[in-house]
């Protein structure tokens, strides 16, 4: 289990990247906007289980690496670093958000939510960032990798449901100002992309050694 300090340190990090909007969080709000609140608690709801899966893959894979090799890990965490700054690269220069945030129809709670389920799921940018994002703040010496992976993304998951939670109790409530206010949907690219790159280049160079 990481100590106390490592997993205010992860929860601090997850709290950033979880209040800065992102594709995720513009999709639970056009839910909200289009068909209320209990649209957009359906569609956190079926995003959050895909992530569990993706939670899951993440923390057999790191394993598997660190039981193969120890020097394997530290690349995956580098590489891991590396891919949370091209992430802001990317996010910088996308405009894909816009785009997503327009896929969002009417449909009843239960569709909503597996269409939840499915498009994070299937999502591979989504199995990425947690194989580049949780090994950062996995401690080697404190005992099971699979345990710490398991603990660090259900904390992660739970964070991430009461965040989102409240994006689509806000946008259920004044939804009209999120849907007019293009200043919100351009202004959050560069502070999420701006977020990716910081954290990447902080866990490149603070990242803890294999011992």
Not at 60 to 79: E, Q, R, T
Not at 106 to 124: E, K, T
Request: charged residues 10%; aromatic residues 12%.
């Amino acid at each position: 289990m990481p100590e106390l300090p490592q997993i205010y340190l992860f929860i601090a990090a997850s709290l950033v990247l979880l209040l800065t909007p992102g594709p995720a969080v513009l999709y639970i709000i056009a839910r909200s906007v289009n068909q209320g609140r209990m649209a957009g608690f359906a569609s956190v709801l079926g995003l959050e289980l895909g992530t569990l899966f993706h939670v899951a893959a993440a923390a057999c894979g790191v394993s598997a690496l660190l039981l193969s090799s120890a020097l394997a890990f530290n690349i995956v965490k580098y590489l891991g670093a590396a891919y949370l700054i091209f992430l802001g690269i990317h996010k910088l220069l996308s405009r894909e958000d816009a785009q997503r945030e327009k896929m969002a129809g009417r449909a009843s709670l239960l569709q909503i939510f597996w269409q939840g389920v499915i498009v994070n799921l299937l999502n591979p940018k989504t199995a990425f960032f947690f194989f580049a994002f949780l090994p950062q703040f996995i401690d080697i010496s404190k005992g099971n990798v699979t345990l710490q992976m398991l603990f660090l993304g259900g904390l992660f998951v739970l964070l991430a449901t009461i965040s989102d939670g409240i994006y689509a109790l806000l946008a259920g409530s004044v939804g009209h100002w999120f849907q007019k206010n293009q200043r919100f949907l351009k202004g959050q690219r560069y502070f999420a992309g701006g977020v990716y790159i910081g954290l990447g280049i902080t866990t490149a160079l603070s990242g803890s050694e294999s011992k």
